[in-house]
């Protein structure tokens, strides 16, 4: 399934920007991975 595929390589890209904002305590990056998640959160299982 194409959408399978594309969640994979969303959740490696959330994975990335999660490891970058740890890395780098900066605010914007914070409040991208908190959209982020919000984002993630909001589709659920049946997203993308």
């Known amino acids: 399934m194409p959408s399978e595929t ?14 970058i904002s740890e890395t780098y ?8 991975l908190l959209v982020i998640q919000m984002w993630l959160n909001t589709q659920g299982p049946i997203g993308l």
């Not at 594309?6 to 999660?18: C, D, G, N, P």
């Not at 305590?25 to 991208?32: D, Q």
């Open 25 to 32: 305590v900066a605010p914007e990056r914070g409040t991208l």
């Open 6 to 19: 594309l969640k994979a390589s969303f959740v490696v890209v959330a994975r990335w920007v999660h490891k």
